[in-house]
């Protein structure tokens, strides 16, 4: 199977970059392949422009970059999000990413009923966001909840993604950052272990 990892951070050196590699790593030791989108690197242009509405009215075909990031998360099993928390949410790169990218008539239809259908029923997602503040902070103020609300179920569910990991690495107490990368390569191992386990045949 094949994972689509999208890193929004503009530093190569960064903790959210070595999350990513780790990662993919992980990806990679179960024997799946990845393809790591690094939207900065790749100079992907977040700004929603009037083409954009044009396709979100159905009057226009998706501007060039957008359908080919929607052909990329098409070729994939798995889209992974891995970005720094700002401000309490995912960073304005990767917000446009999805603004442009999740767009109507590809993510979702909207029927002239009004009625939504949701076309990414087949695509699974894990988000991993790595935050600056503590976690008795994210409790307090139930950040981490309206991440999930916002980001798990506004976005993907919304699309019929279904998301399969949701993580906040933050430095706590007890957890130095530099255990991050672990955290990560565990996920990465186990992205592709519930569609092995419903696709293993069942044992005699
Ligand atoms: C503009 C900006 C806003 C930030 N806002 C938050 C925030 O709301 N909550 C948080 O936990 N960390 C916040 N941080 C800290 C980042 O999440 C921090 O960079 C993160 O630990 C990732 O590390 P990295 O930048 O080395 O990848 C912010 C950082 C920046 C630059």
């Given at each position: 199977m094949h994972a689509l990892i999208?890193?929004?951070h503009p530093d190569p050196n960064s903790?959210?970059?070595s999350v990513a590699g780790?990662?993919?790593e992980g990806v990679a030791s179960s024997g799946h392949t990845f393809e790591i989108a690094d939207l900065a690197a790749e100079g992907f242009d977040p700004r929603f422009t009037a083409a954009d509405v044009a396709l979100f009215?159905?009057?226009a075909p998706p501007p060039g970059d957008v359908a080919a990031e929607q052909a990329r998360i098409d070729r994939a099993d798995a889209?992974?999000?891995?970005?720094?928390?700002?401000?309490?949410?995912?960073?304005?790169?990767?917000?446009?990413?999805?603004?442009?990218?999740?767009?109507?008539?590809?993510?979702?239809?909207?029927?002239?009923?009004?009625?939504?259908?949701?076309?990414?029923?087949?695509?699974?997602?894990?988000?991993?966001?790595?935050?600056?503040?503590d976690l008795r902070t994210y409790?307090?103020?139930?950040y981490f909840g309206a991440m999930r609300t916002q980001i798990d179920h506004g976005i993907f569910d919304y699309c019929g993604a279904r998301v399969g990991t949701s993580e906040l690495l933050v430095p706590?107490?007890?957890?130095?950052?530099?255990s991050?990368?672990?955290?990560?390569?565990?996920?990465?191992?186990?992205?592709?272990?519930?569609?092995?386990?419903?696709?293993?045949?069942?044992?005699?």
């Open positions: 999208v890193v929004a903790l959210t970059h780790h990662l993919a009215r159905r009057e889209l992974v999000l891995a970005y720094p928390v700002y401000w309490w949410s995912m960073p304005g790169l990767l917000k446009g990413w999805i603004d442009r990218v999740f767009a109507n008539g590809w993510a979702y239809d909207e029927g002239s009923d009004g009625k939504i259908v949701k076309k990414l029923r087949h695509l699974q997602v894990h988000l991993v966001a790595i935050g600056g503040a409790a307090r103020h139930g706590a107490e007890t957890q130095d950052p530099r991050h990368p672990d955290a990560a390569y565990a996920i990465g191992c186990n992205l592709f272990k519930a569609s092995e386990r419903r696709e293993a045949p069942e044992a005699a």
